[in-house]
T-cell receptor, first 113, second 119 residues
Framework: DAKTTQPNSMESNEEEPVHLPCNHS???????IHWYRQLPSQGPEYVIH???SNVNNRMASLAIAEDRKSSTLILHRATLRDAAVYYC??????????????FGSGTRLSIRP | GAGVSQSPSNKVTEKGKDVELRCDPI?????LYWYRQSLGQGLEFLIY????????KSGLPSDRFSAERTGGSVSTLTIQRTQQEDSAVYLC?????????????????FGPGTRLTVL
């Protein structure tokens, strides 16, 4: 799996939008961009994934650069419960179908009340 | 429905003892994974099952670690002759290949983990 680069930590204020960046300059044409997050004392949970187009779901939005070398996870209105470590992961379904996830160090997001 | 469950939630053991950690995946999920997370560290892959077979054991750190899965469901991770460096949270995840419904392709669902402390 190709590597991703994320900031170690970020802070944001409650009820404000949060933009979490991820760089993946060696992404291949078939890599999907996945985001997971890990709340304190819990296992990771899926957030969102995409290939080329921007994606929205009830948790977040994923904005993917036109050249796909970077992406941004957007939390539209952060709450205290969004404080977690956010992982940006690339997965190629041709090779990683039902296989392991390689987690990097992620971004630790803190939310100020 | 029920999520991935793991037991025990906490385990304290003495160095040199054997321990067994259990994972109950989501019903119908064919793939099962074990990861571990040491204090302040990232998630480290250990082993992956497809059905009852383990095509990828590349993450097991030593031959003291083994895992099995029976009936395509429950899995047990066994650590023999535990060492202090084995102290970590051991996480289990399961996934299916469904592409319809709420679950996206290949999403992994994680359990709450077992916190293992080796004294």
């Amino acid at each position: 799996d190709a590597k991703t680069t994320q900031p170690n930590s970020m802070e944001s204020n409650e009820e404000e939008p949060v933009h979490l960046p991820c760089n993946h300059s060696t992404i291949s044409g078939t890599d999907y961009i996945h985001w997971y997050r890990q709340l304190p004392s819990q296992g990771p949970e899926y957030v969102i994934h995409g290939l080329t187009s921007n994606v929205n779901n009830r948790m977040a939005s994923l904005a993917i650069a036109e050249d796909r070398k970077s992406s941004t996870l957007i939390l539209h209105r952060a709450t205290l419960r969004d404080a977690a470590v956010y992982y940006c992961i690339l997965r190629d379904p041709r090779y990683s179908s039902a296989s392991k996830i390689i987690f990097g160090s992620g971004t630790r997001l803190s939310i100020r009340p | 429905g029920a999520g991935v469950s793991q037991s025990p939630s906490n385990k304290v053991t003495e160095k040199g003892k054997d321990v067994e950690l259990r994972c109950d995946p989501i019903s119908g999920h064919t793939a099962l994974y074990w990861y571990r997370q040491s204090l302040g560290q990232g998630l480290e892959f250990l082993i992956y099952f497809q059905g009852n077979s383990a095509p990828d054991k590349s993450g097991l750190p030593s031959d003291r670690f083994s895992a099995e899965r029976t009936g395509g469901s429950v899995s047990t991770l066994t650590i023999q002759r535990t060492q202090q460096e084995d102290s970590a949270v051991y996480l289990c995840a399961s996934s299916s290949r469904r592409t319809s419904g709420r679950a996206p392709y290949n999403e992994q669902f994680f359990g709450p983990g077992t916190r293992l402390t080796v004294l």
